[in-house]
């Protein structure tokens, strides 16, 4: 197949003679690979191109006008054959309408909802005419032609036999049909060359070898959303993709939430920031989680360990209660709040957003995980109202079900203080009696205003919320 | 006459794709071939996508294909339409119906497992929608022959004479198909309480949806079931076309037999497909708001293109709420999804870098809740 392609292109310079030998001698398909992002052309023969009105056609059922609802190119826009141009509607049919020719757009004789009549223009399609002249230098090469533009499937008077289907799985799959060897009839491309082509393209960007090789895929990484403690442990693998030669970058406005977000995250920056971190050994919360889970299911609710963490997280604000503060713009005033409305990162269709639970204070564990139940639940079909997302004192972000250990969390304003819990390991770890033992071990990053917090007043709140989730029983002394 | 519902081997699939040369041996040796597949999905995208994918994918010149298919609760509107028009979307979320884009065009119709559907795949030479539904008028007439069943010139079906049991639609690019409903024993109620809108102040050039009285063919017998239904149609299909009453059982979801669907599925259900199709519209309303005993108006204006916010304009009572606050949510709904998480958690946001009062904090709430409520 390596020698087919040469063939291919020797043959149609063969009759030009003005590639120096050794060019087309090292032209063997590895180096073709590398080199296949730059689309070659002769630049001096191409001569004005002529306009072309292109009529509506008979849609069938006797049709004679139909409503223009979207257009898909714009003046100027080049088009291949095959290529939508307009999306039209008539009486329940929505009819596409496909260029009948490479060129480009250079009229558009509709407006949207305008009616178009069937036999009369659409649009003006300057095509380009391919001059039968020896070019008298090399051929310039261009950078890579990106989904956006269209491939010109002609490789200097040889046309790429394909049928439509063909062409459009290879436009849709950014394949330029010149690259594919047809096994078909006067070496068609059929469907088979494609899915052969695209399969070796699988994996990585190598040079093929000689023997074809069908390089398996990887397999894709499958990104847990932020549940609540319940593991499913996944293994990370890297995400595979055909390897296309798109070369354009993308640029596009922020808009939406993520903007919101940058006025809020410019914000939190302010804030001199300072960390403290510190491991959990949860093996007595493991168990009595385990024990309390099917009670909680018998009253519909699912028990995850956050509850857990908030209701610890509370009782330690009522020692430490700076930790539940907002400052004022100067940090001229500083407000205790007086409810522990504790926010959790959630992530959903929007980004990462933060909806808190309201009063933790007053509520029972079982209260706060069937309030995460709910926020869960409307979190993720995209119900969750204002009043559950503001209104929050104090974070903990549990980014330990996508995965990590530590991290560096941001404080979210007017908050002053966040946690984030990394994952649950089993690591060993010494007893008392200096034995070995099977530890589930979660590490904890604190982030705090220094400004109003000061590292003892973060290491002893640690450490007391620490000590509730080591001895939950502990808790119960002091459960209000 | 006994159907026999086999599963198709991929070699049979694989010669069905290049269809280019002429129908495998199993068909009879006519001209023109003819299949006729069932989904094993209901899940409307899935379905959708092979539509799409025998639109693209097969050739049609000497073949025809039935499809049949079902799906669970969903709404689903035409090609050029908009949803805030055509359906209450606010329900839907709250029921978990969903809300899906066909590339047909027409009006809005609801799905449930109750809802037939079929759709002619032709060439475009032979698409000819009065045929097929003649062919299940047929059907039904042959399984019940003292229904009264008939075909409008509008292509819709009409059970007794006035209610509608099928609404049809039609896409046409390098081949054809034509797809319509039929309603055997789906929700009523739930159906015409979720395709009424309730958002106003909509000026839209979508194609709009025509409102009908329906009735399932179950309320006229009780013994007509959609399995007993679908059989009938693809009896009657199969005399038409002079082939065994063989009903291909396919998988949506099998990427041997359809490569390249999963794409599609994925495609359809982007929020870039669904709500970034609908045609450029206004939205101008006024909503009146209850706090501590006082009346507010609230008055909105908003243009939305590709299903972003264009234009915004909000006229609060005057220093209710913060100006600079207000001004700053105009300016950051420009370029947003016309999306009510989206504003939510946008307006949440920007909650965060304004001074903190009680006060300010209930009314945002209040206001915001009301404004996603009444207008998305």
Redesign the interface.
């Known amino acids: 197949s390596s020698t087919q392609i040469c063939v291919c292109h020797t043959r149609s310079y063969s009759s030009v003679c003005f590639l120096k030998s050794k060019y087309v001698y090292a032209f063997d398909k590895s180096a073709f690979k590398f080199n296949h992002q730059h689309r070659l052309f002769r630049t001096s023969a191409i001569s004005k191109g002529q306009i072309v009105q292109f009529k509506l056609s008979d849609?069938?059922?006797g049709i004679t006008e139909v409503t223009v609802?979207?257009w898909y190119v714009k003046e100027g826009d080049s088009v291949s054959q095959f290529d939508s141009i307009c999306?039209v509607?008539?009486?329940?049919?929505?009819?596409?309408i496909?260029s009948r020719y490479d060129g480009i757009i250079r009229k558009l004789y509709y407006n949207?909802?305008e009616i178009a009549y069937v036999g009369k223009p659409l649009v003006d399609i300057e095509t380009d005419v391919l001059k039968d002249v020896a070019p008298e230098e090399d051929v310039v090469e261009t950078p890579a032609v990106s989904h956006e533009e269209h491939t010109h499937q002609e490789i200097k008077g040889h046309k790429t036999l394909a049928?439509?289907?063909v062409r459009?799985?290879a436009m849709?799959n950014n394949i330029k049909l010149s690259e594919v060897v047809g096994t078909g009839k006067d070496n068609r491309i059929?469907?088979e060359d494609i899915?052969n082509y695209l399969a070796k393209q699988t994996g990585a960007i190598l040079p093929p070898s000689p023997k074809s090789e069908i390089i398996p895929p990887l397999p894709k990484l499958e990104t847990a959303p932020a549940a609540p403690k319940d593991k499913a442990h996944r293994i990370p693998v890297p995400i595979s993709k055909p390897t296309v030669f798109t070369g354009k970058d993308k640029t596009e406005?922020i808009?939406?939430?993520h903007?919101?977000?940058v006025?809020?995250m410019s914000?939190a920056l302010k804030i001199p920031h300072f960390g403290y971190c510190d491991e959990i050994e949860l093996n007595q919360l493991v168990q009595l989680r385990e024990e309390l889970k099917p009670l909680a299911q018998a009253r519909g609710v699912k028990l995850s360990f956050m509850p857990f963490f908030l209701k610890a997280a509370s009782l330690a604000l009522l020692h430490y209660p700076v930790l539940n503060t907002?400052v004022?713009?100067n940090c001229q005033n500083i407000?205790y709040k007086a409810s522990h409305n504790i926010g959790i990162a959630m992530d959903?269709?929007?980004?990462l957003?933060v909806p808190n639970v309201k009063s933790v204070q007053v509520r029972s564990v079982f209260e706060i995980a069937s309030e995460l139940n709910r926020l869960q639940s409307l979190g993720s079909?995209?119900?969750?109202?204002?009043?559950d997302?503001?209104?929050g004192t104090f974070t903990l972000s549990n980014i330990g079900t996508i995965g990590g250990t530590y991290a560096k969390p941001v404080i979210?304003?007017?908050e002053v203080a966040i946690g984030a819990l990394g994952k649950i390991q089993a690591l060993p770890r010494f007893n008392g009696k200096g034995e070995v033992f099977k530890a589930q071990i979660m590490n904890v990053s604190w982030s705090a205003d220094h400004r109003i917090i000061d590292g003892a007043t973060m290491a002893r709140f640690s450490n007391l919320w620490k000590s509730y989730l080591e001895n939950p029983a502990s808790m119960l002394l002091d459960l209000k | 006459m006994k159907n026999m519902v086999i599963r198709a081997s991929l070699k049979n699939w694989f010669q069905l794709?290049?269809v280019?040369k002429f129908p495998a041996a199993g068909f009879k040796t006519t001209a023109d071939g003819a299949i006729i597949l069932q989904s094993v999905s209901n899940d409307i995208y899935q379905n959708l996508a092979v539509e799409d994918w025998i639109h693209?994918?097969?050739?049609l010149e000497n073949m025809q294909v039935l499809f049949l298919w079902r799906n669970l609760s969903t709404v689903v509107i035409?090609?050029?339409q908009n949803p805030w028009q055509e359906c209450n979307l606010k329900m839907m979320?709250?029921k978990?119906i969903k809300l899906a884009r066909r590339?047909?065009?027409?009006?809005t119709v609801y799905h449930d497992l109750g809802n037939i559907n079929l759709t002619f795949f032709t060439s475009?030479?032979k698409?000819?929608?009065m045929e097929n539904l003649k062919l299940v008028v047929k059907a039904l007439k042959c399984l019940r022959p003292q229904l009264d069943v008939h075909a409008t010139d509008r292509?819709d079906l009409l059970l007794n004479r006035n209610f509608k049991i099928s609404g049809?639609?039609?896409?046409?690019?390098?081949t054809?198909y034509h797809h319509c409903t039929l309603l055997c024993s789906a929700d009523r109620f739930l159906l015409s309480s979720v395709l009424k809108s309730p958002y106003k102040g909509i000026k839209s050039?979508a194609?709009p949806s025509v409102p009908a009285s329906v009735k399932n063919l179950f309320e006229e017998d009780p013994t007509l079931t959609c399995q007993i239904v679908m059989d009938a149609i693809a009896a009657e299909y199969a005399i038409y076309h002079q082939i065994d009453h063989h009903v291909t059982l396919i998988n949506p979801a099998d990427e041997t037999v359809f490569?390249?669907i999963n794409?599609k599925t994925k495609e359809l259900q982007t929020?870039e497909w669904i709500y970034g199709?609908t045609?450029?519209f206004s939205i101008s309303t006024c909503f009146n708001m209850v706090y501590k005993h006082s009346f507010l108006e609230v008055k909105v204006d908003m243009d939305v293109k590709h299903g972003?916010i264009e234009v915004c304009n909000i006229n609060l009572p005057e220093e209710w709420l913060p100006p600079a606050l207000c001004g700053?949510l105009e300016k950051?709904?420009?370029?947003?999804?016309f999306?009510?998480?989206?504003t939510?958690?946008?307006?949440?946001?920007?909650?965060?870098?304004c001074?903190?009062d009680y006060e300010v904090?209930r009314r945002?709430?209040l206001f915001?809740?009301n404004m996603t409520t009444t207008l998305m």
């Open positions: 849609i069938g059922e609802k979207e999306e509607q008539s009486d329940k049919a929505s009819v596409t496909t949207l909802d049928t439509p289907a459009r799985l849709e059929l469907k899915l406005p808009t939406g939430f903007k919101a977000m006025k809020t914000a907002s004022d713009e407000t959903t269709e929007q980004g957003i079909s995209g119900q969750l109202g204002t009043n997302l503001t209104g979210l304003p007017p | 794709f290049y280019h693209d994918n097969i050739n035409g090609r050029h979320r709250q978990n590339r047909s065009g027409g009006g475009k030479k698409y000819e929608r292509c049809s639609a039609a896409k046409l690019g390098r054809a050039n194609t490569p390249g794409n929020w199709k045609p450029k972003r700053e950051n709904l420009i370029g947003s999804k999306c009510p998480s989206e939510t958690a946008l307006a949440s946001a920007l909650l965060r870098s001074p903190q904090h945002w709430n915001c809740e």
